[in-house]
């Protein structure tokens, strides 16, 4: 029936089945559980139980079996042993250990210092920072509000609107051309006709090389080029008053020292004569127009010196 000559049929892992006949010829089938070492099939894959190994030590927290362990399989077994069994436990033995957190009994006012707002961890270099923001904050208050007006605040004016603050800094402080501030100014110009000629003329007319400081300054300099001449040059020329004016701010307003006040007394005293037409009248008196005898390219020291010489008498009048 079973048409079969006998034999052991295997039909899961594990057992053993054994389909027999009889003498009759009737078919039996039995079925024993021993494990046979030899038996190919019940064998699982050695990386799949290795693999099963590390998954369990992993969850566990437990280190894995030595032989999961990949330094010891890869090293030479000759005298390394010592070695391989000193090997530091691996990572992942370490790693996952679960945190125990101990709930410590906490005093009312560690809690209460805990639940208290912190300083921002940003106020330590704001605070240390303060004072020098603020000498800066006041640094600046002190330039911009000047308030100039007149003949001074005229010059403010010009002293942005014809780039001369673009070549020798808002403050004076120098650029491209040179600085004027801390009194720097009456120190190349000890003569404010010699200041007034140079900015008429410039460095191209001056020449390249020629000293176009005071003859008495105690740091001459030669001309290097890139100054304009604003009374020569007609894209940006001035007028004499206005070449006045500014020289006048640029001696009395960036740090000048006692060269500044003398300066300022004088213009001052421009200022008011220019208000009352006094000015002019005086000038008159003398025969001169200083519009008509501008003429900035051969513009003298002496000539610039009896244009002021009205507003230097009345001040030693005043002065007594
Ligand atoms: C394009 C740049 C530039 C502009 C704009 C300019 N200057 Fe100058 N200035 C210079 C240079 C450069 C020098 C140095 C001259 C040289 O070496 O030839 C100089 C020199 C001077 C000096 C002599 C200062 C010293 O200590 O030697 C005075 C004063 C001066 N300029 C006033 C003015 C005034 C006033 C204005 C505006 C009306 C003005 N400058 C505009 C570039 C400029």
């Known amino acids: 029936m079973c048409g079969w000559a006998g034999g052991e049929v295997r039909f899961y892992a594990g057992s053993t089945n054994t389909l027999s006949r009889d003498a009759a010829g009737t078919c039996a089938l039995s ?56 090997a530091p436990v691996p990572d992942v033995a370490s790693a996952p250990e679960p945190e125990v957190i101990e709930a410590v009994p906490v005093a009312p006012y560690v809690e209460a210092a805990n639940k208290r707002k912190k300083m ?42 014809s780039g001369c603050s673009g ?57 290097g080029g890139g100054m304009p001449g604003y009374g020569t040059e007609a894209a940006n020329s001035l007028d004499i008053e206005q070449i ?5 701010y640029e001696r009395t307003q960036f740090e000048p020292g006692e060269g500044g006040e003398r300066d300022l007394l004088l213009a001052e005293q421009l200022n008011l004569m220019l208000e009352t037409g006094e000015w002019a009248e005086a000038l008159a008196v003398d025969g001169i127009d200083i519009h008509d005898e501008f003429a900035g390219a051969d513009l003298t020291a002496e000539t610039v010196a009896s244009w002021l010489q009205p507003a230097r008498d009345a001040l030693a009048a005043a002065e007594g």
């Open 31 to 86: 079925r024993d559980h021993e494990h046979s070492d030899e038996d190919p099939v019940t064998e699982i894959p050695e990386h799949l139980l290795k693999r099963s190994k590390e998954r369990k030590a992993a969850l566990s927290g437990e280190a894995p079996a030595a032989d999961a362990e990949p330094s010891t399989a890869v090293e030479p077994a000759a005298g390394t042993a010592p070695a391989a069994a000193a």
């Open 120 to 161: 921002p961890f940003w106020i330590v270099p704001v605070l240390l920072c303060l004072p020098v923001w603020g000498a800066m904050y006041v640094g600046t208050l002190e330039r911009v509000p000047q308030g100039l007006t007149g003949l001074l605040g005229e010059g403010e004016e010009l002293y942005v609107e």
């Open 167 to 223: 070549c020798h800094g808002a403050e004076g402080g120098g650029g491209i051309g040179p600085a004027f501030a801390d009194g720097e100014i009456h120190e190349t110009f000890t003569s404010i006709e010699d200041q007034i000629v140079w900015i008429a003329k410039g460095s191209s007319i001056v020449g390249t090389g020629n000293t176009y400081t005071s003859s008495d300054s105690p740091r001459p300099r030669q001309v």
């Open 244 to 248: 006045i004016a500014v020289t006048l």
